[in-house]
């Protein structure tokens, strides 16, 4: 059982598939974090001319077993991971690290923007989580200041609609859901009543799977 979980910045994609992975005991991973890392890698040349160049050697180079989930939260990194998501060299080195992890035996819940389409168009399950600009903005806020962190409101929301603007205009033609998707608007939606409206879903999903055999 593959299950894909899209969607844009602090939709909540990540919770919803650490909490679906948990529920069905299938092992999870997070592809924000290895465009994270790359962003990171990178940050101290991100305006130089070759960019693209040394993203996508750091993009080959990427070791998934050393991905430090902790490091990789902040709004500045997110900003980073979407200036180099862009570059076609970043995506394709990442793609078979991406596609090996879903075909796993045994099945595996991925979340990003392109798993339903470009890396496991055959996931048994796909959501495609949205929410409003502004409850991800205060989801992210009180993210930070739980950990302590200053948090700036009207920064964050910035960020997530430069996120969102660079995201929709990506090269490869922007992220959208799957045809066979299921959207989940979680704006009126605490993390209990998501999470239990995309289990639901999943377990349609695997009853209408189950009935096709
Ligand atoms: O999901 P997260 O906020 O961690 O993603 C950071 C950035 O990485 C996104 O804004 C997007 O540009 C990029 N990304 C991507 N494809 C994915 C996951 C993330 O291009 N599958």
């Given amino acids: 059982m593959i299950i894909a979980v899209d969607g844009p910045a602090a939709s ?27 962003g990171r ?65 045994g099945g595996a819940v991925l979340d990003g923007r392109d798993i339903g389409t470009a890396i496991a168009p055959e996931a048994e399950a796909k959501l495609f989580i949205v929410a409003d600009p502004e409850i991800r903005a205060e989801r992210r806020a009180r993210q930070f200041e739980a950990r302590g962190e200053t948090v700036d409101r009207a920064k964050l929301l910035r960020d997530i609609c430069e996120r969102d603007a660079r995201d929709a205009a990506a090269p490869h033609g922007g992220f959208r859901p799957a045809h066979d998707a299921v959207l989940l608007d979680t704006s009126n939606l605490d993390i209990e009543a998501a999470i239990k409206a995309a289990i639901a879903e999943v377990e349609a999903a695997m009853a209408r799977k189950k009935a096709s055999r």
């Fill in 12 to 38: 909540g994609k990540g919770t919803i598939g650490a909490a679906l992975a948990a529920h069905f005991g299938l092992p999870h991973l997070d592809t924000g974090l290895l465009y994270r890392a790359i």
């Fill in 41 to 105: 890698a990178v940050a101290a040349r991100i305006d130089d001319a070759d960019i693209e160049t040394l993203a996508t050697a750091a993009a080959q180079a990427l070791d998934l077993t050393t991905l430090d989930a902790d490091r990789l939260v902040g709004a500045e990194t997110g900003i980073l991971a979407s200036r180099i998501a862009v570059f076609p060299g970043v995506r394709k080195a990442l793609f078979a690290a991406q596609r090996s992890f879903a075909l796993q035996d």
